[in-house]
């Protein structure tokens, strides 16, 4: 019998849009000095979803943050399109974040006073290109709650209102920080499944932290990082579906 639970798509092409060379990040000085990140040497790919794996302060959402233009690296280069994030002004960074990237935290950050299409259009009316908000609530599968209110909504249905939000401004790259740490199983597999479709769908450069080793398994490539440096990299030849992977 086939194995129906691999994805049989394309692979991605390996056309990076980010290069980080030699990045590392410390905190403080001295003998109080914190090296969070150590001669970071890392590409990310186009349309690639990209999991980084790790223990708690090896290091992975300082380099998450780097990338999403959140912080700046103490040394090392962060290249896009010929410009080097990591010595840009303040400017040149607001509108890469603005513009080119989405964020999806552990925590769904929704404002509790708006709606789920309320809560998309804080990004659709800043985007220079935003798709419509009920496309990118069907995306997740969360048109049909676009009225309700976060407190009328599970967990899982607003991290994917999260999810809505973050992709609906069309970003080249899609950053998500442990986005099933608060969910259960069963839920985290929907949130998966949403993020998995908008990378699929939309093409986005999508990297995805988590401390679950079997979340690996849908990848494209698994980057392992610990004390501050990548320890090792590898693709995965048949990707599992987000419903096969259990936890």
Avoid at 33 to 60: M, P, Q, T, W
Avoid at 79 to 84: A, F, K, R, T
Wanted: proline share 4%.
């Amino acid at each position: 019998m086939a194995d129906t639970s691999a994805i049989d798509d394309t692979p991605t092409p390996e056309e990076a849009i980010l290069r980080l060379r030699g990045v590392g990040k410390t905190y403080g000085t001295g003998e109080l000095a914190v090296h969070a990140l150590r001669d970071v040497d890392i590409e990310f790919h186009r349309a690639e979803l990209l999991v980084l794996l790790g223990a708690s302060g090896s290091g992975k959402s300082t380099l998450l943050n780097i990338v999403g233009g959140l912080d700046r690296p103490s040394r090392g280069s962060v290249l896009l399109d010929g410009v080097d994030l990591a010595t840009a002004d303040d400017g040149t960074l607001t509108r890469y974040r603005r513009d080119s990237v989405g964020f999806v935290f552990q925590f769904y950050n929704l404002v509790p006073g708006l709606t789920a299409a309320e809560n998309v259009n804080l990004v659709t009316e800043i985007a220079s290109d935003p798709m419509p908000t009920l496309e990118a609530l069907a995306l997740v599968d969360m048109e049909a709650r676009a009225h309700h209110f976060p407190a009328q909504l599970s967990g899982g249905e607003q991290q994917r209102i999260a999810i809505a939000r973050a992709i609906a401004k069309k970003p080249r790259i899609l950053l998500c920080d442990e986005p099933t740490g608060a969910l259960d199983s069963k839920t985290g597999v929907l949130v998966l499944e949403a993020i998995d479709r908008a990378n699929r769908e939309l093409g986005t450069t999508t990297a995805l932290i988590t401390h679950n080793v079997a979340t690996a398994d849908m990848a494209h490539r698994v980057v392992t990082i610990s004390d501050g440096r990548i320890v090792d990299v590898r693709r995965n030849e048949q990707r599992r579906r987000p419903g096969e992977i259990r936890w």
